[in-house]
């Protein structure tokens, strides 16, 4: 008898633990695939029955899938815009929550990116410089406006490849299959990059600013645990992390 209550005990609590434990899913642009990472980890610390799912991509295609009704629960977007066309369209649950100011940086594995500038970019040993596709990657598209703001862009364009995303960007570089790259100075600050390489931090004033932000969307409207990352992100320990890979806010500085 003793047994059999002991393993009714024990189901109850399995069943109101599973009953309790929420999902999340997160569509997250590529240049947060580190800080975004290491946020999950630290939020799960006191959601450990909770499962966290964040898929990494382009913010436009995130955009055009939520558009039609794609299972996400939060975005974060590399361009702020795409969050707030997606507000005005009623997908979303929540006001549009800015999280950082993006920077672009030149970034090689194999060259000294700390001492070049895009002018470097013409040298004819260079034949291959990978940026994200400017039709739907933000990254993409502020690499092209500081190539254009600079005067390259009729010069440096037949050299170019397309990553799908800044992620995909990076990887062309690693690779060897681009010997430069323009890409998110998050991914360059990561650890294994920068062992492998230097980079050069962009002007800001030669691209339009890389403003990025957030959405609860409108599929998670009920959803508490979404509401509770959403507030996670504006906290100690995310703005820490977010900093330490160069995700500032006006008035934040670069943590170590």
Known sequence: ??????????TALL???????????????????????????????????DQIDVIYGSSGKF??????????????????????ALAEQGHAASEVKPYAVGRIVLWSPSLDAGQMTLESLTDPAITRVAIANPKHAPYGKRAEEALRSAGLWDKIEPKLVYGENIAHTAQFVQTGNA?????ALSLALNPEPADKG??????????????????????????ALAKSFADYMSGPESRRIM????????????AP
């Open 1 to 10: 008898m003793r047994l059999t209550k002991t393993l009714l005990l024990a």
């Open 15 to 49: 069943f109101s633990l599973s009953a309790q434990a929420e999902k999340l899913t997160i569509a997250a642009a590529a240049d947060l695939k580190f800080a975004m990472d290491e946020i999950v980890t630290a939020f799960k610390q006191d959601h450990p029955a």
């Open 63 to 84: 955009h055009t899938q939520i558009q039609q009704g794609a299972p996400y629960d939060l975005y974060f977007s590399a361009d702020i815009a795409f969050p707030r």
């Open 179 to 183: 010997q430069v790259g323009i890409i």
């Open 198 to 223: 230097g980079y050069w931090l962009i002007p800001d004033d030669l691209h339009e600013p890389l403003e990025q932000g957030f959405i609860i969307t409108e599929r998670a409207a009920n959803n």
């Open 243 to 254: 900093t330490h890979y160069g995700f500032v806010l006006p008035g934040e500085t670069i």
